[in-house]
């Protein structure tokens, strides 16, 4: 069991470019979660899906934000014309069940560090 | 209002001496109650949770966490200290009030020195 794998680790960006982050769940893991971790802050809620369906993107920036869970392949977030306060990083969490309460354990990814030059 | 609060940003202890890091929430439900812990250059891994049994959690490599609900504590606790435990711990909340949604504190940073 590889647990979850995030791709790429570490991206740099030019601000305006775009930046294409990858998450692979456990295998079997029909669940998804995208939180984002700024300096010297906790992790914060982005985006929580199943396959091919969004079920709940609360905690997205309303623009230029966007996630997807195709029914083959990784979990996609993407972010267009980034800027640099969407340096940070990103981690993706995975669960066979559905939400977060404690019945359910997410399993996360080591993350993947954006940096906006 | 924050939802859970991690009091230290910073603790430092030495090898072998007990460790605390101490965590409040804020729920008007029962809540789900975790702590993860974050090596650098590594995914979060889940220590222990609480979801409302018994109010003493024993989690992995000898960490544990009480449940206080007159408090609105859930406090990690170790007797001793080992090298490896240095990292980051996070303390999180879930719960009906929070869609179900994992809520993270603003992480403790352990270092422990030999």
């Known amino acids: 069991n590889a647990g979850v794998m995030q791709n790429p680790r570490h991206l740099v960006r030019r601000r305006g470019q775009e930046a294409r982050l990858r998450c692979s769940p456990v295998?079997?893991?029909?669940?998804v979660y995208w939180y984002r971790q700024l300096p010297e802050e906790g992790l914060k809620f982005m985006v929580y899906?199943?396959?091919?369906?969004?079920?709940?993107e609360s905690g997205m920036p309303k623009e230029r934000f966007s996630a997807e869970f195709p029914k083959e392949g990784p979990s996609i977030l993407r972010i267009q014309q980034v800027v640099r306060g969407d340096s940070a990083a990103y981690f993706c969490?995975?669960?066979?069940?559905?939400?977060?309460?404690?019945?359910?354990?997410?399993?996360f990814g080591a993350g993947s560090r954006l940096t906006v030059l | 209002a924050q939802s859970v609060t991690q009091l230290d940003s910073h603790v430092s202890v030495s090898e072998g001496t007990p460790v605390l890091l101490r965590c409040n929430y804020s729920?008007?439900?029962?809540?789900?109650l975790f702590w993860y812990v974050q090596h650098p250059n590594k995914g979060l891994q889940l220590l222990l949770k609480?979801?409302?049994?018994?109010?003493l959690v024993k989690g992995i490599n000898g960490f544990e966490a009480e449940f206080k609900k007159s408090e609105t504590s859930f406090h990690l606790t170790k007797p001793s200290a080992h090298m490896s435990d240095a990292a980051e711990y996070f303390c999180?909340?879930?719960?009906?009030?929070?869609?179900?949604?994992?809520?993270f504190g603003a992480g403790t940073i352990l270092r422990v020195k030999s």
């Open positions: 729920s008007s439900y029962s809540p789900s």
């Open positions: 295998k079997g893991h029909s669940h």
């Open positions: 609480y979801t409302s049994a018994a109010t």
């Open positions: 899906l199943q396959k091919e369906n969004i079920i709940d």
């Open positions: 999180v909340v879930s719960g009906v009030e929070y869609g179900n949604k994992l809520v």
């Open positions: 969490a995975s669960s066979e069940l559905a939400g977060g309460s404690g019945a359910n354990v997410l399993t």
